[in-house]
Structure formats: structure tokens, C-alpha cells
């Protein structure tokens, strides 16, 4: 079992930045793939970004390119997600993923653990 504990979370102006933090623990870190979502009033969950265990390579959606960026720190065992330019568009609940499997991908049920999620409130 792994658990994940999203911190970060908060309040901010349009144009504003925060940095998401997501704490594992119960299995290797650096065996996992690490990945970012978040899901709006109403909205399905979206992918927002993922990390690779041991090489770090980073994968985006398109609507977080240049703006967002995912890290690791395997001897901490925390993933993070470093957002600036934040827009009001951006407001959800962000959610910290692992996977056992390498590969990244961007689809919710091929994560297998998940943390409470954090809320993150852009305002215009």
C-alpha cells in the first residue's frame, strides 16, 4: 500500500503562483510514477501533469504547458507541483496519483493510489 498526502493547497490572485507538495509513503518512491489531476464543481477529473520514477521525464497537458511544472525528490519521497500564472480557471481540487507501472500516462483509473486532494482557488 501506498498513501499520498497532498499539502499546498490555498488561495490566490489571477497571475499568482503556488507550489503543491505530495508526501508518499509505504513502497519505494523512486519505483513510482508520480502524476498531478484535479477536478472542478461538476467537471470530470483532468490530468494535469506526470513524472517518471527514476529519470524524472515530465508529461503536460496542453492547458498547464509553460505555466505548471512537476518535480521530484526521491530522497524525500515528495512530488511536487510548482504553478504559476495561475488563472481563475485553474480553481479545483488537485490530487496526487501514483502508479506502480512505469510508463506515464494521463488516464485516473490506470493510477493505482490517490491522496485526498488539495483545493486551489484562483481568484480574478
Known amino acids: 500500500q501506498v498513501q499520498l498526502v497532498e499539502s499546498g493547497g490555498g488561495s490566490v490572485q489571477a497571475g499568482g503562483s503556488l507550489r503543491l507538495s505530495c508526501t508518499a509513503s509505504?513502497?519505494?518512491?523512486?519505483?513510482?510514477?508520480m502524476a498531478w489531476f484535479r477536478q472542478a464543481p461538476g467537471k470530470e477529473r483532468e490530468f494535469v501533469a506526470a513524472i517518471s520514477g527514476s529519470d524524472s521525464r515530465a508529461l503536460y497537458a496542453d492547458s498547464v504547458k509553460g505555466r505548471f511544472t512537476i518535480s521530484r525528490d526521491n530522497a524525500k519521497n515528495t512530488a511536487y507541483l510548482q504553478m504559476n500564472s495561475l488563472k481563475p480557471e485553474d480553481t479545483a481540487l488537485y490530487y496526487c496519483?501514483?502508479?506502480?507501472?512505469?510508463?506515464?500516462?494521463?488516464?485516473?483509473?490506470?493510477?493505482?493510489?490517490w491522496g485526498q486532494g488539495t483545493q486551489v482557488t484562483v481568484s480574478s
Open positions: 496519483a501514483a502508479r506502480l507501472l512505469w510508463q506515464l500516462t494521463t488516464t485516473p483509473a490506470t493510477y493505482d493510489y
Open positions: 509505504g513502497r519505494t518512491f523512486s519505483a513510482l510514477a
